[in-house]
């Protein structure tokens, strides 16, 4: 029997809001994974370069206008420049467990999801 204990949960939680962050409408929420006040919860690149702070900052103040976007350009520039993230693309993928784990299934987004599982015996 597979059970997620307190710390599980709140991991995944964690992990859920990430991926939610991504649908927001601001059009910031890809960057604010890279912003250095973000370590450690949102940004496990654990990248910190102040002047990407700065325009991440500055463009939190703003409305949406061209004004934002270009903030928007230039943070991206610094990301594509330092390259804090190495994007990947993997086609397979499988998962060997024990026999007497019952009802395991891989996650469709978590690589590795033995953090978030318990196991209990009876």
Same mark, same amino acid.
Request: hydrophobic share 40%.
């Given at each position: ?83 804090? !993230? ?28 033995? !953090? ?7």
């Amino acid at each position: 029997m597979i059970a997620t204990g307190t710390r599980a949960r709140a991991e995944h939680r964690r992990r859920v809001i990430a991926v939610a962050d991504t649908t927001f409408y601001k059009g910031d929420s890809f960057l604010g994974l890279l912003y250095s006040k973000n370590k450690g919860n949102l940004n496990d690149a654990r990248f910190s370069l102040p002047e990407f702070d700065k325009l991440y900052e500055a463009s939190k103040m703003l409305p949406d206008s061209p004004e934002r976007t270009a903030l928007f350009r230039k943070m991206t520039e610094i990301v594509r420049v330092y390259a804090p !993230w190495h994007p990947g693309y993997y086609s397979y993928r499988n998962a060997l467990v024990q026999p007497w784990l019952k009802n395991f299934r891989q996650h469709a987004f978590i690589e590795h999801p033995w !953090w978030v599982l318990d196991v209990v015996r009876k």
